[in-house]
């Protein structure tokens, strides 16, 4: 490494180690980009890949759980866009598409479950009336992992 490389990149060890978030580390890289100086760098534009993941019987939970632990550690709010799923990681965005009319939420898996058979997702409330399942309490819907 040349002298003015490593001038360059000495501050770089007083900076502690950290996670950086998909669109954090996106804008990162753009801001980096406008920084070259006499350096030409290209930036290439990053398109969010969907991946279909299910496709089945939805239900959701409201009131009764409204309060209570979630699987993986906060408060259940069934005026929150999440979800509960039996395998997909928390955190994880899914775009939930009720097949009857057209409808999509996305969610966060935040729980565990559906415990009830043949369903492959629970939603929230709030999730579930932005795709119109509230008086049905069940839908057929398309999951899409984003």
Do not use: C, W
């Amino acid at each position: 490494m040349t002298k003015e490389a490593a001038s360059q990149t000495s501050h770089l060890k007083d900076i502690p180690s950290m996670k950086f978030l998909p669109k954090a580390a996106l804008a990162a890289a753009l801001f980096a980009g406008t920084m070259v100086g006499s350096y030409s760098a290209a930036i290439t534009p990053v398109v969010a890949e969907t991946k279909s993941a299910a496709s089945g019987s939805a239900s959701y939970y409201g009131k009764r759980f409204h309060g209570r632990r979630t699987a993986n550690g906060e408060s259940f709010n069934m005026n929150s866009m999440t979800a509960a799923h039996k395998t997909l990681p928390f955190g994880t965005k899914v775009r939930v598409t009720n097949r009857r009319n057209g409808k999509s939420v996305v969610v966060r898996i935040n729980d565990r479950g559906p415990y009830h058979g043949g369903r492959i997702i629970d939603l929230s409330r709030a999730a579930a009336s932005k795709i119109g399942m509230i008086h049905s309490g069940t839908a057929k819907v398309s999951l899409d992992i984003l």
